[in-house]
């Protein structure tokens, strides 16, 4: 069984400043990582996620993520916000493996991340 | 379809009635899932399908949810005589099929369901 934790429930910044959104897990066996975004009244969308290869994995929009194995950690990073990132994050893992469990993403509580102008 | 379509998008039902949620998932993709995500808690896995069987309904959190797949295709998850603490987003994503490496689950904008 994998969990997530998000340590921060909301987290403002100004804009143009850097954020980070901390995600830990835990779990017996090895696990693929992802980050979601959830737009105001929209769909949760994938952002960015790990599966193998190297551990600092990115997305379109300037986000990137690093995994970090020995601190069982999956933060989120962008060097400067915009307004238009004002969303909710979640975090979530999966069991990389094949069987039972693997075929389910588990979440964390998600972050609220709100630029200020 | 362009993306997974689930309706209706908002559902305000009394106490103890019977509510159907529709997923219609992206064409081609095997495996469609159901979450709940309720306030505060984050989202919590309900059920899975691969084509229109559910190896695992474990998750459901009652024998008052049930869920069906027909057709590899459309699923309707049925909530029975609704409680108040049911009230929650229930969400429907697919994939291409299951496994790890294809768990990249496309998700709908979800049911607001209300129970009053």
């Known amino acids: 069984a994998q969990s997530v934790t998000q340590l921060d429930s909301q987290v403002p910044v100004f804009e143009e400043a850097p954020v980070e959104l901390r995600c830990n897990y835990s779990?017996?066996?090895?696990?693929?990582l992802f980050w979601y975004v959830q737009y105001p009244n929209q769909g949760l969308q994938l952002l960015l996620k790990?599966?193998?290869?190297?551990?600092l994995v990115e997305s379109i929009n300037g986000f990137e993520a690093e995994f970090n194995k020995s601190q069982t950690s999956f933060h989120l990073r962008k060097p400067s916000v915009h307004i238009s990132d004002t969303a909710e994050y979640f975090c979530?893992?999966?069991?990389?493996?094949?069987?039972?469990?693997?075929?389910?993403?588990?979440f964390g509580k998600g972050t609220k991340l709100s630029v200020i102008p | 379809g362009a993306g997974v379509s689930q309706s209706p998008s908002n559902k305000v039902t009394e106490k103890g009635k019977d509510v159907e949620l529709r997923c219609d998932p992206i064409?081609?993709?095997?495996?469609l899932y159901w979450y709940r995500q309720s306030l505060g808690q984050g989202l919590e896995f309900l059920i899975y399908?691969?084509?229109?069987?559910?190896?695992?309904k474990s998750g459901l959190p009652s024998d008052r949810f049930s869920a069906e797949r027909t057709g590899g295709s459309v699923s309707t998850l049925t909530i029975q005589r609704t409680q108040q603490e049911d009230s929650a987003v229930y969400l429907c994503?697919?994939?291409?099929?299951?496994?790890?490496?294809?768990?990249?689950?496309?998700f709908g904008q979800g049911t607001r369901l209300t129970v009053v």
């Open positions: 399908f691969q084509g229109n069987s559910a190896p695992d």
């Open positions: 064409s081609g993709h095997t495996a």
């Open positions: 994503a697919s994939s291409l099929s299951v496994g790890p490496r294809n768990t990249e689950a496309f």
């Open positions: 979530a893992v999966s069991s990389a493996y094949s069987g039972a469990g693997s075929y389910q993403l588990t």
């Open positions: 790990y599966l193998s290869g190297s551990t």
């Open positions: 779990s017996s066996v090895s696990v693929y």
